[in-house]
């Protein structure tokens, strides 16, 4: 009870800060560049801001908020503030969802982790590799972290049981590592990798956004994905290489194998339709018919199939996840129409140009350790990374350095989990796999592994960033 109450008060207390910093923001005098409407747009912004890093109510009801603020108090028309919920990057993200939701209820998730697993040695090494592989093999078709670490989690933990791992224990830990690093922290290799590709695509400028397609991003985040997987892999291994085992059983996968059956109908549908989703997102640039067309398209074929229903349509996507996102996205609609944008790159120019336009290794450095810093206080990873990416667009133009290059640098330093309720993903494996296969202090020194290992994913990706142009 009594912890119940601080944690109400740090709410409540951090609610009233914000309302405070936020009116204070909102009557400051309008310096030169700024209208009166533009400080009461930062200041509903600031507000907005300190109530979500005080959690004060849920992170897409704060967004809902900000975005009626808007409205309410004449900043901005509410077709501005409200106008990503008309952008195709929400309507991709609900059809992406929906297949998603079909993958799994059909059983086809299932089948292909586990065929993926059955090729791999039944050692901790090969099932290290097993896990990493069948994550990395649904990544493309399934962009739901959560669905993805459902469907794997049970076969962690059994795994861990099959060969003699103890809760907690460097095996146990080594094993749902594995499974984190793929559900978790490899989906930025694909655009449709997970949903919030697409949210980190939507605050992007609309020219540079028509640049990037399935497969331009697929291209230019390889070289960073590869090495954050093969030397995680290594890490995993060296780090926690159980010091006891004994061999996992050869009918372990074989005999779950055999308990599905042959394909169902809905199986076949749902990967017929995921296959040629895929293919039309890859080829966006030669037929023309834009991303959300084809998964939106998708998901209503599934449902006319029965492959799912409309309760589980309404159940099953993550409405909330969809909000937050699309109120995160009008702020940048919200700070162009009223010259916030400008302004801030003007007012900025001074400290961050020379960043920007330097060495551009330096620049990723120095730009990840201070995100590492920030996270620290900034909790939600799509609020830190909304904010970075809209402050330092201007300046990554500035400099011949594409803004998707500066939003895939921070996309994916946000991505750390060094304190427990830091990384929504995590979280997501950890409760999927029964809450008590691992300690979170026990994958901290993965969490510097992945820092050190993206880091120089990033640093290995420059010249290639070079080569197709998002680099001057």
Partial sequence: MTEAKRINWSKIIGGIIGIIIGFAIANIPAPAGLSPQAMWGIGIFSWAVVWWIADVLSDFGTGLLMCCAWAAFKVVPFSIAFASFSTSTIWIIVGALGLGVAATKSGLLNRVALITMSKFPLTFGGQ??????????????????????AVLAPFARSICDNMGYANKSPGATGLFNALFVTTGLAYPIFLSGNFLCYAILGLLPKDVQAQITWGTWFINALPWGLTMLVLSY???????KPKETKPMSSGFITERLENLGPLTKHEIITGVVLIIALILWMTERMH??????????????????????????????????IIFIGALINVSGVFKTLKIDAWIGKALAPYLSPLV??????????????????????????ATAAILILVLTPFSIQ?????????????????????F????????AYYATGGDMVEHRHTIKMCVVYMAVSLLGLLVSVPVWKMTGLIR
């Fill in 128 to 149: 290290v590799l097993a896990l990493l592989s069948a994550g990395l093999v649904l990544t493309p078709f399934i962009p739901s972290g959560t669905a993805k670490a």
């Fill in 234 to 240: 290594f890490a995993i291994v060296v780090l926690y």
């Fill in 288 to 321: 023309g018919i834009e991303s959300a067309v084809v998964a939106c398209v998708a998901t209503i074929v599934l449902i006319t199939f029965g492959v799912f229903d409309r309760n589980a349509f309404r159940a099953n996507i993550a409405w909330d996840a």
């Fill in 357 to 382: 336009s330097g060495n551009i290794f330096l620049f990723i450095i120095l730009l990840c350790l201070i995100i590492y810093v920030v996270r620290v206080v900034l909790v939600s990873q799509l």
């Fill in 399 to 419: 400099a011949g350095i594409s803004p998707w290059v500066t939003a895939f640098v921070i996309f994916v330093a946000v991505n750390v989990w060094y304190t």
């Fill in 421 to 428: 309720y830091q990384n929504a993903s995590f979280l997501v």
